[in-house]
């Protein structure tokens, strides 16, 4: 990794194109720490010291504390991602947009513009339910139309420029434009975590404890992320044959491929939806200023909470984890089922003249990866279930209070791993140019 970017600021044009990137995170940072005018910048603070919400404490670490501040950023590129989401789901239930998605550049461009305006629809819908919601319970300084317009203006243009930066950074930088600006507001957090822990479990115990504590935190996170890396390289490989044919004089094809398959083929999407749906019915208590409900509903929605899990003074709070775990899984079947078809890879190598060694060509192929398919999802959520549950045992039973999970942990490989091949990609091309000049 490391020299890979050394190598990389040898070239001029790579070296100048990483300068960009660091620039643009500059800003991002610079932007998470100005306060929206006209707001008390103190009552996340408070809110989040008598309250264990765990949608907004979420958004505080995808945010990079900009939502704890409630800075121009609070909204950060989250309306970006879930109008992306809303977009792609949409494909396989209206026509025009799966037409549009297969429209190769120009499709791309319709579908980049729609994903756009959704994303200023969401920005607009979320500001003005805080602005409302949360001005009520004291998040304004006055209570009146103007704040209110300030707070929705400022949200909302915070993530629309947000949007602009992480796709200036794919056409001028390094690519991965929006995770980039998720990347750098989690990492952000990191030292205060650190911090947290330090102050959890080593300050005031004696140096050997201190020392055994600290042992223990580092491989736990090292086997987090150790796990976070095989899950997110892991991948099945279907070898695929062509055959041979007659092309003029000459026999062409013959050669030997494959398909390869994911074996996380959701990413980071399922737990997103689970904790998004879990969370639902506390962000809606909380923007009616009712989040402490008694009584049967009460247990409910703490067993909705993660951070209620692993609790040893209240055990039937981890129930939850497994409405948790079930909503995982069966968002990884359910995303992947979306994102790939079967029946299409298996149409498209029997045009090209393609089979998989033993199985024959139609139906037999279809059923053989559909199988192959659900078994592979399985082993991916459930892995994805492990990396998820580790952050909200410690969180639970420990009381670690860290905003970094298995979400942030999973963000943060993939978006390092996938940036180092853009620049070896980079790099490639320009030693072909080269090659070619000469």
Same mark, same amino acid.
């Given at each position: ?71 121009? =950023?609070?909204?950060s590129i989250t309306p ?36 756009? /305006? ?47 930066? +992480? ?88 050669? $030997? ?39 049967? +509903? ?23 984890l497994i409405l948790y ?27 090209? +003249? ?20 659900? /078994? ?15 952050? =909200? ?14 979400? $942030? ?22 030693? /072909?140019?080269? =090659?070619?000049?000469?």
């Open positions: 990794m490391f020299k890979t970017f050394m190598n990389a600021f040898k070239v001029k044009d790579v070296r100048r194109k990483i300068f960009y990137v660091l620039m643009m995170l500059v800003v991002i940072r610079l932007g998470s720490q100005m306060p929206v005018p006209g707001v008390n910048t103190s009552f996340f603070a408070n809110y989040f010291a008598n309250n264990t919400n765990e949608a907004f404490s979420f958004l505080n670490a995808f945010t990079g504390g900009g939502f704890d501040r409630f800075s121009i =950023f609070a909204l970006y991602i879930t109008s992306s989401i809303i977009i792609q789901l949409l494909t396989i239930a209206i026509p025009q947009l799966e037409e549009m998605q297969r429209d190769g550049e120009e499709g791309r461009k319709k579908m980049t513009a729609i994903t756009r /305006y959704v994303t200023v629809g969401l920005a607009l819908f979320e500001s003005v339910a805080m602005a409302v919601g949360f001005g009520r319970q004291g998040l304004l300084t006055t209570f009146n139309a103007v704040n209110v317009i300030v707070v929705v203006a400022a949200l909302t243009a915070g993530s629309a420029f947000l949007m602009w930066v +992480g796709e200036q950074i794919n056409d001028k930088g390094v690519g991965n434009g929006i995770s980039m600006v998720l990347l750098i507001n989690i990492l952000s957090r990191i030292p205060q975590d650190m911090v947290t822990l330090y102050e959890t479990f080593v300050k005031g115990k004696t140096i050997a404890r201190g020392l055994l504590m600290w042992i223990i935190i580092a491989v736990v996170i090292i086997a987090v992320v150790v796990l976070v890396l095989i899950l997110n390289g892991a991948e099945r490989r279907i070898p695929v044959q062509y055959s041979k044919k007659m092309a003029g004089r000459k026999m062409v094809g013959g050669q $030997s491929s494959n398909i390869p398959l994911k074996v996380n083929t959701a990413g980071v999407i399922p737990i997103i939806f689970a904790s998004s749906i879990m969370s639902f019915p506390s962000i809606i208590l909380s923007f009616v200023g009712n989040s402490d409900i008694k009584g049967i +509903g009460g247990t409910l929605i703490k067993m909705l909470n993660s951070n209620n899990w692993f609790d040893k003074t209240n055990p039937v709070a981890s129930l939850g775990i079930v909503l995982v899984i069966f968002f990884a079947y359910f995303y992947t089922s979306i994102t790939f078809n079967p029946m299409e890879v298996a149409d498209n190598m029997k045009k090209q +003249g393609g089979f998989i060694p033993g199985i024959r060509p139609g139906k037999s192929t279809v059923d053989y990866l559909n199988n192959l398919l659900s /078994y592979i999802i399985f082993i991916g959520a459930a892995g994805l279930t492990i990396v998820a549950v580790i952050p =909200f045992f410690f969180n639970g039973f420990f009381k670690a209070n860290v905003s970094f999970g298995g979400t $942030s942990l999973i963000i943060i490989a993939s978006v390092i791993l996938e940036t180092l091949k853009q620049i070896e990609s980079m790099m490639l091309v320009r030693n /072909y140019k080269g =090659f070619l000049n000469d």
